[in-house]
């Protein structure tokens, strides 16, 4: 007996409409399940502006979960949380271990305001414990994280760091230049570490390119003294602060 069957063309036909009836039925209900979505990321907004309606002035610090509590970039990130806080500044990192930390903790010490916004990452990124207990704010969705760094930070510093520092970065740059945000200084912290990186926008998307103007680096620094970075803020906000949109 023949193992092989072929199957008829009304066989096919009726093969065929299943199948686009349970592709259709899986995208009805991926699409309801958006509609409710969007009230868990309404209670995400909700809870960020909630807490930090009583924050003030505000200083994002960013930099590599990587970084190990006896390296220089993590004495280098607690010192400047310290002065941070000292100046009156709330310290706001995304929560994790590493740079963040060291900020959280320098924020901490002396005696200033230390907030996380933390992630829930596969790896389930824990919280440090350097964060004010009434301070941590965990979020699903990235794009609302950024958006509550973008709302609240009066500065943005980054320390060395991987592609999620090079994103927000990034994409506070973008907000600036299309002014989608008001300007505030965004400065990387270590010249070693960001020159490449700095010089390559400098020469090739705007002397070489035109890709960009003149005035879209006037907001970006290169820095490395922790003292610097304060009066760089400090300088930039003569007229006092104000939430960037």
């Not at 299943?18 to 009805?28: H, I, N």
């Not at 200084?185 to 020469?203: C, S």
């Amino acid at each position: 007996m023949d193992i092989y069957r072929c199957s008829s063309g009304k066989d096919k036909e009726n093969t065929g409409k299943s199948l686009l009836q349970r592709v259709g039925s899986d995208r009805e209900t991926d699409f309801m399940a958006d509609g409710w979505r969007v009230f868990k990321i309404m209670a995400e907004f909700v809870s960020g502006f909630e807490m930090m309606s009583e924050a003030g002035p505000a200083v994002a610090v960013f930099g590599s979960t990587r970084v190990q509590a006896e390296s220089p970039e993590y004495f280098l990130a607690e010192r400047i949380g310290s002065l941070l806080a000292a100046e009156g500044f709330s310290v706001i990192t995304g929560g994790g271990p590493g740079v963040m930390a060291a900020a959280n903790k320098g924020a901490q010490s002396a005696g200033g305001s230390s907030i996380g916004f933390n992630i829930k990452l596969p790896n389930q990124q824990q919280p440090n414990k350097y964060i004010d207990h009434d301070k941590l704010v965990s979020f699903q969705y990235f794009f609302v994280r950024k958006v509550m760094f973008m709302k609240y930070a009066q500065a943005f510093i980054a320390l060395p760091g991987g592609f999620g520092t090079l994103d927000e970065i990034m994409e506070a740059i973008t907000l600036i230049q299309t002014g989608k945000s008001e300007r505030f200084p965004v400065i990387l912290v270590g010249k070693n570490y960001w020159e490449g990186f700095y010089r390559w926008i400098e020469e090739s998307m705007y002397k070489e390119k035109a890709y960009i103007h003149a005035d879209d680096l006037e907001f970006i620094y290169l820095e490395d003294s922790p003292e610097e970075v304060i009066e760089i803020i400090k300088r930039f906000y003569p007229d006092g602060y104000s939430l960037n949109f």
